[in-house]
């Protein structure tokens, strides 16, 4: 076992290494009337040219998320570094509400000082003002912190923009031969890596709570069996497998159990691992299909995909057992793949009916929103701060990464320059 | 085709597919491909196991094994089945008595089943779709005379599509479950 995770250990970090493909492009296609004008000044800094540029990270994230709308570099009245440099008439003059600036300074350690300061142009009074350590392989981070900070300021939501996505790539050549990679990448987009790649499907990955592990579905031992890899090491161990259907993994509150799928007895049910010692307990005992589990932000109810009444329809069961209550009802004959918003108060699922789309429906409500119009829809995964929705669609190339927010206003795609990208999981906030 | 001639495709055969196995442990991250995967069919396979077994092949390779047999019921591998539904359609029952008949004739020999689905809905509900599909399969098989033990079953949801396009006809070729002779 442990040559074998050797063995792989160093195959991933081959791979890695020799990883393809562009960093995705993003679109927006809709954005939200009255977002928040906001000028981005390029920050001041001397040296050598920088790998990123800052103040184009912020900007471009603070576009992207359809609450606000940036100006023109070329348009900027002037180009300050410090607050004594600011003539907010100027600014106010050119219709912006809010301006951010700042300065990046090398350091002796061989890393840089990122200065940055928000300022209201009406009051003139700095809103916000940090200086960041950061490190020249960190400078995008380090930029989406500070978009971070930019967004809980204005609008009092947490900032998901120094957050990562993971998503599947395949790369077919032909009915038999394609190569699947696990990806990881910026919520923009950029840095994707490769973590692991196999001429078999990979499926239906899950962050764990922490964000420092993966689980997914992978089919390289001819079946589907589930396996838990470190994101940073590459280090990964099979959790689930045998005869039958190993698959949907969903990570607990906890990060110690996972809830999966399994057809030991010829049909998917719905079953609760214990990722240490490998116990599985089962959860639903039906004979139609029970799968697509997903927990509770506060761990205390599972909802879950089964046919039991004809068509597929959402469950949720207590994860301690105990009988399963159907959830939607007057959503036509198809809603499957549900997840809860990070504040538990909505799902997100996958409804079909003339094709298939993402709606959300409040739980304490029960009104239900249809957020996309596209015909295939599939795979929803809210952002950590609950703002934006994930989905894959079908692109003029094949299936791509969409974002929309759970008001439906704000719509964007993330377009990667070549494969297919599918089954999007919203990492959570980085510590 | 003469002897040395079959052993020099056995040769080939062994030296391609341990050239596969290589290739693999090189490349691949997740490994575990099989000889399908490197572009040989079962159906190849089959063709020179019977062949070495009578000793000489026909010269035809085709009439070696009634599994080959491009007229017999055998030879179909795949079954499609209607949107949403695992029935086998009444223009595969024979398909399925055929397959059970042999398996029954040849209990040493064994088979996967592996389901599959269209990409309408979400992955992993196709998934047990898949399933479904393969086990009508091996249900009717091993009511006509096959064991289980002779059936493996594997679904592949909509992991593996044949037809890459959006619309019924490729869905209808996508929906499937196929059978490969070990």
Request: with cysteine; proline share 5%; net charge negative.
């Amino acid at each position: 076992m442990k040559l074998l995770i050797t063995l792989i250990l160093s195959l991933c970090a081959c791979v890695a290494s020799a990883q393809t493909g562009g960093p995705l492009t993003i679109r927006i296609t809709q954005g939200v009337e009255g977002a928040l004008p906001i000028a981005v000044v390029p920050f001041e800094y001397a040296g050598p040219p920088l790998p990123q540029d800052i103040a184009q990270v912020i900007s471009t994230d603070l576009t992207r998320s359809g609450r606000f709308r940036t100006m023109d570099r070329e348009d900027l009245p002037a180009r300050p570094a410090d607050v004594a440099q600011v003539n907010f008439k100027d600014w106010r003059t050119v219709g912006m509400d809010n301006l951010v600036i700042g300065r990046i300074t090398a350091t002796a350690d061989g890393g840089y000082l990122v200065e940055f300061r928000l300022l209201d142009v009406f009051t003139g009074k700095q809103l916000a003002g940090f200086q960041i350590p950061s490190h020249v392989s960190n400078l995008r981070l380090t930029a989406h912190h500070i978009s971070d900070i930019i967004f809980k300021t204005l609008l009092n939501i947490d900032g998901a923009f120094s957050t990562r996505i993971a998503y599947v790539t395949v790369d077919r050549k032909d009915a038999k031969n394609s190569t699947y990679r696990l990806m990881i990448a910026d919520a923009d987009g950029y840095d994707s890596k490769t973590i692991l790649e196999s001429p078999q499907p990979l499926m239906s990955p899950a962050w764990s709570p922490d964000g420092n592990r993966l689980a997914y579905v992978s089919f390289e031992d001819r079946n589907s069996a589930i396996y838990v890899q470190d994101v940073r090491s590459g280090q990964r161990e099979k959790v689930v497998s045998g005869i039958g259907i190993n698959s949907s993994p969903a990570f607990a509150p906890d990060g110690s159990r996972l809830a999966v799928t399994r057809s030991l007895e010829g049909n998917p049910d719905i079953y609760v691992v214990d990722i240490a010692s490998k116990q599985q307990r089962r959860l639903t005992s039906h004979e139609a299909i029970d799968t697509e589990a997903a927990w509770a932000p506060d761990g205390s109810a599972i909802v879950f995909t089964s046919d039991r009444g004809g068509g597929p329809q959402i469950y949720q069961v207590s994860p301690n057992g105990g009988d399963a209550k159907r959830v939607t009802f007057n959503l036509g004959n198809y809603n499957s793949r549900a997840s809860y918003s990070p504040d538990g108060r909505h799902l997100v699922m996958v409804n079909g009916g003339s094709g298939f789309r993402i709606v959300t429906l409040d739980l304490k409500t029960g009104v239900s929103r249809t957020l996309t119009g596209s015909s295939l829809d599939e795979s929803p995964s809210f952002a950590p701060n609950g703002s934006m929705i994930i989905y894959a669609t079908m692109g003029a190339r094949g299936t791509e990464l969409a974002a929309v927010s759970i008001d439906g206003t704000v719509k964007q795609r993330l377009a990667l320059q070549q494969g297919q990208v599918r089954e999007p999981a919203w990492g959570p906030f980085r510590k | 085709m003469n002897r040395a001639i079959l052993n020099g495709m056995l040769l080939l055969l062994v030296a391609f597919m341990a050239a596969g196995c290589s290739n693999l442990n090189k490349k691949s991250t997740a490994g575990g491909a099989s000889v399908e995967d490197r572009g040989i069919s079962s159906g190849e396979m089959s063709d020179i196991d019977a062949a070495r077994s009578q000793g000489v092949g026909d010269g035809t390779g085709a009439g070696a094994s009634e599994l080959n047999d491009p007229n017999s019921p055998l030879s179909v591998r795949v079954i499609y089945f209607d949107y949403d539904s695992s029935n086998i359609r009444e223009d595969f029952q024979s398909v399925v008595e055929a397959h059970a008949a042999y398996l029954a004739a040849h209990p040493e020999t064994t088979i996967t089943l592996e389901g599959h689905a269209d990409e309408r809905g979400s992955r992993e509900y196709n998934l047990a779709l898949g399933e479904r599909r393969a086990l009508a399969v091996r249900r009717q098989l091993v009511l006509l005379g096959a064991t289980a033990g002779q059936i493996r079953t594997v679904s592949l949801g909509e992991e593996r599509p044949v037809a890459e396009g959006h619309d019924e006809q490729s869905y209808a070729l996508n929906r499937r479950a196929e059978i490969s002779y070990q």
